[in-house]
């Protein structure tokens, strides 16, 4: 009896969650919308500045942010053959995400060493794709790994959401609200303290901290490459990427 109840409890809880999700996934593809309309989308058709591998990462991270709008909503919908068809089908998107994250760095960094030296394009590495192909990975492979257990399952993807809010909302509030650099830092913060405050209301609530402590770590992660960029450390790591990868 009591188990049944408790049962009955995580999955109210779970579909609570989705339902969050469908509407954080739909506020995601509107505030990228947003925030690439001044710096991409504006540019059509010529799209001066930008090369194919540009446009071919905003097209996979579109489709992946659809993914990730339908999934929850099967779920809500009881679409549970839908979801799982859309889940396998993310095993074929998820490597060419991987692959656009590569091409885009790759191609600032071949831009960046041509016009501020090598120095400053092995320390821009840092904050292009490189490290998220590494972020996104450890959380897609993880909800993969808990595809079962759905409360890590959700909260998982849901980092993945929080993960790629970055790029987008960071150039709406610098291209659209006008605010200064100092913004976005201040905006993966705020990103953190949201996800803080998730976990330690999750640890208040008896559930584990484990999916919530594996995003804050990664946001720990890049809090210490970005001011480390021009370290020796760094700096090593990103020219062996450079002369054997790009």
């Not at 339908?70 to 993310?90: C, D, E, L, M």
Request: proline share 4%; net charge positive; aromatic share 20%.
């Amino acid at each position: 009896m009591i188990s049944s109840e408790l049962s009955q409890d995580n999955s109210k809880n779970n579909r609570g969650i989705t339902t969050r999700l469908i509407y954080f996934f739909i506020f995601l593809l509107f505030i990228s919308f947003a925030g690439f309309y001044k710096t991409y989308l504006i540019k059509f058709p010529n799209f001066d500045g930008f090369t194919w591998a540009h446009h071919f990462h905003g097209a996979v991270m579109l489709t992946w942010i659809f993914i990730l709008i339908a999934q929850p909503i099967f779920i809500r919908t009881n679409r549970i053959k839908w979801h799982r068809f859309v889940g396998k089908a993310s095993y074929f998107v998820f490597p060419l995400l991987l692959l656009s994250f590569f091409l885009v760095a790759r191609e600032g960094y071949l831009r960046n060493i041509k016009t501020i030296g090598e120095t400053e394009a092995l320390a821009s590495m840092g904050f292009s794709g490189i490290p998220d192909m590494f972020y996104i990975s450890i959380l897609y492979g993880l909800g993969i790994y808990y595809k079962k257990k759905t409360s890590y399952h959700l909260r998982f993807f849901a980092c993945i959401g929080l993960l790629i809010l970055g790029p987008g909302l960071g150039r709406f509030l610098l291209a659209v609200c006008g605010l200064p650099f100092g913004a976005i830092p201040a905006m993966i913060g705020v990103i953190a303290l949201f996800t803080l405050g998730w976990m330690i209301f999750d640890i208040r609530q008896k559930r584990s901290a484990f999916p919530l402590g594996v995003f804050i770590a990664i946001i720990a992660i890049s809090f210490l490459i970005g001011p480390n960029s021009h370290s020796a450390w760094w700096q090593s790591f990103a020219k062996w990427i450079a002369s054997h990868l790009f």
